[in-house]
């Protein structure tokens, strides 16, 4: 399965992801779980996300953009309901982009809603639409009920709208006053709009002792195995495995350095390995350790490795001086994400987060899905 050509190999587990997915749903219910699949299925892919998630029972799926939800509709067909996150497009081309693919804008604007209702006028039957009120992340959405009322009013319910919505600020922080205080703003918005589906949960406030699940929640990130739950354990399973080849050794003696502006300094007589890969592939430049940053470990025959020195665009070194050289030569693998080491610890060791780290995977991998 390995491609001689690639940078290193994406192994991207499907039935980690659905199970992922049944897991966040049973502690939904009865309320409906969705799936969040922007940014390309936060890296793993859409057209192969979207499907395994649709066949563990997902129905409702919110991308960013209207190309995402077009990919979304190409993969499943017209039973899944697909929301547009990022709120109706400016240009009229765009917003034409809707009808066909009977994708959901996300209205959040006075503008935005005149532009919808436009855009539909001439429909047999309205077109089902979100509502987004902000509750705090001063971000998009109408910035208070009133204009959201003034926008819809009592009629938002025979214009189509079939959400109302909101997005927690800090709901990985259980303690947060902030959460109880966008809940109660979402509860005034809820009878505002009575009658439709209301939706507010993202992936860690499915977590929280409110339970403010509603009618409909909107995982994302953990349904790619991030932690719902920062400095708790990990109650999700990990969706992808990166492996990358050494491509050279060498042994360097004590004050030497690695990579560019030498960073990193040697202590001690020195094996180093290089690996196919750097920050074009997606892994941060911090991933090396500097004078400024502690950088990440990599895997390689089981035993942990640091990186070390500054990410190149193509290549990073580890140290190896711990592994026999018979278990570290050029062609065996290092792990950079795997069983040892997550998205979320990547993330951290780097000064980013896991997220952050997801989105930005590479395109010169040899991408492998398994268990779908």
Not at 61 to 84: C, N, P, Q, T
């Amino acid at each position: 399965m390995r491609d001689p050509g690639a940078a290193g190999v994406l192994t991207i587990d499907l039935a980690a992801l659905a199970q992922n997915w049944r897991l966040l749903a049973q502690r939904a219910a009865p309320a409906e779980c969705g799936a969040v699949v922007k940014a390309n299925a936060y890296g793993i892919g859409i057209e192969a996300a979207a499907p395994a998630l649709y066949r563990a029972g997902c129905r409702t799926f919110f991308v960013a953009h209207v190309s995402e939800g077009k990919r979304v509709r190409a993969a499943l067909g017209d039973d899944a309901i697909i929301y547009v996150l990022n709120g109706l497009e400016t240009t009229a081309d765009a917003r034409e982009d809707y009808l066909a693919p009977a994708l959901r804008p996300v209205i959040g604007s006075k503008s935005e809603a005149a532009r919808w209702l436009q855009l539909v006028a001439n429909q047999a039957s309205p077109l089902p639409y979100a509502i987004h009120i902000d509750t705090g992340m001063n971000r998009l959405g109408f910035a208070n009920l009133t204009e959201a009322s003034g926008a819809f009013g009592s009629l938002a319910a025979d214009t189509g709208a079939a959400l109302a919505m909101s997005h927690f600020v800090s709901s990985e922080e259980p303690l947060n006053p902030l959460n109880d205080a966008q809940i109660a703003r979402f509860e005034a918005a809820r009878a505002l709009f009575p009658g439709i589906q209301a939706s507010l949960a993202n992936s860690s406030a499915q977590f929280l002792a409110q339970r403010p699940n509603y009618d409909l929640v909107r995982p994302g990130y953990a349904l790619y195995g991030g932690n719902p739950t920062p400095g708790q354990p990990n109650p999700m399973q990990a969706t992808v495995t990166l492996e990358i080849p050494i491509q050279q050794t060498r042994w360097i003696e004590a004050g030497e350095t690695v990579g560019y502006n030498a960073q990193w300094t040697a202590q001690r007589r020195t094996r180093l390995a290089t690996l196919l890969v750097g920050y074009a592939d997606g892994l941060p430049r911090t991933a090396g350790a500097t004078r400024d940053y502690p950088g990440a470990d990599v895997v390689i025959a089981g035993r942990r490795c640091a990186l070390v020195g500054r990410m190149s665009m193509d290549l990073c070194v580890a140290d190896i001086t711990d592994i026999p050289e018979d278990d570290a030569r050029p062609g065996a693998f290092a792990q950079v994400l795997g069983d040892q080491i997550g998205i979320d610890e990547l993330g951290a060791r780097c000064g980013t987060i896991g997220y952050h780290i997801l989105t930005s995977l590479g395109s010169r991998y040899a991408r492998v899905y398994r268990g779908g």
